[in-house]
């Protein structure tokens, strides 16, 4: 079922509650690809009602070229959906049903956590990120929101929202979803030419050697031999690699005892910016 009011999903989503039944939401910007299956697999397995809202979200675009560029299909994303849980309420508002006439991020206190990495690299981007998302549970209400662990910076940010603005939802980290190689699945991955997708098995090698690594290597010998595998493949083009505490993901060349890391990717396969990350630790 496909809603595209705020009014009419509220409605409905009333008279589940009414009927005892809780409400899970899966935030997605369409394109829709099976890494979202899975998000939604998750959330049916923890709600009774699942949610998933489509919505290009504009002030999360540093560029504005990339928001008029990215694909957009909500007859196929409902369809793909559809097919997978016939269940599944769809929920595609306007612009305006989220923003009204001020199409603005507010800013948020999200500290050292959007310091680096995509917060670095992509100006506002997790303020806008932030404020589609308070608004979208303000509308929906949900008891529980899930988001993948591929934007793994993202999913910190979530949890610190809704600890800044106190609404009343659990947040939800899935594991990344991977194709046979290693690959992060991604809407990005569809602009992948065949060549480009086997080459981008590189960035979960990479990964996974700094895991394999991290025991007994020195952050900066880890970060060298990730740079040079970079190197060695000219197609690429490495925008960071760095190794951060869960607690703060400020990039450190040291390790504390207690402590849980992840590595973060981000590079570039020609045009394309591909991300990705893993628990090293
Ligand atoms: O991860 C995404 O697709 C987006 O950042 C999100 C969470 C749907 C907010 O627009």
Redesign the pocket.
């Known amino acids: 079922m496909v809603i595209d009011s705020k009014l009419s999903l509220q409605q409905r989503l009333d008279e589940f509650r009414k009927e005892g039944k809780t409400i899970g939401l899966v935030?997605?910007?369409g394109a829709l690809h099976d890494g979202h299956l899975s998000l939604i697999d998750f959330a049916y397995s923890y709600c009774d009602k699942v949610v998933v809202?489509i919505?290009v979200?504009p002030t999360?675009f540093n560029n504005a070229s990339d928001l008029e560029k990215y694909p957009r299909d909500i007859e196929g994303d409902a369809k793909f959906l559809t097919n997978h849980q016939p269940e599944t309420i769809i929920f595609t508002p306007e612009v305006s049903e989220i923003y009204n006439d001020k199409v603005e991020s507010e800013s948020f206190e999200f500290g050292s956590i959007i310091q680096y990495m995509e917060g670095e690299f992509r100006t506002g981007h997790f303020d806008?990120?932030g404020s589609?998302?308070k608004r979208l549970f303000t509308i929906t209400k949900p008891d529980k929101a899930f988001?993948?662990e591929k934007?793994f910076q993202?999913l910190q940010v979530?949890k610190s929202l809704v600890n800044i603005t106190g609404q009343d939802v659990e947040i939800i980290g899935c594991p990344t979803s991977r194709n046979e190689f290693g690959l992060a699945q991604s809407s990005r991955n569809f602009r992948l030419t065949k060549q480009e997708l086997k080459e981008a098995e590189l960035i979960h090698e990479a990964l996974s050697k700094a895991k394999n690594m991290f025991a007994s290597n020195s952050i900066e010998n880890i970060e060298n031999q990730v740079k040079t595998m970079f190197q060695e493949h000219a197609s690429f083009d490495l925008e960071y690699f760095s190794i951060a505490k869960v607690s703060d993901l400020i990039p450190t060349k040291t390790k504390e005892s207690g402590q849980k890391y992840r590595a973060f990717i981000a590079a570039y396969l020609g045009e394309v910016r591909l991300i990705d990350n893993i628990a090293i630790n």
Do not use: A, E, K
């Open positions: 935030p997605t910007m809202s919505f979200n999360q806008g990120v589609v998302l988001f993948g934007d993202q979530v």
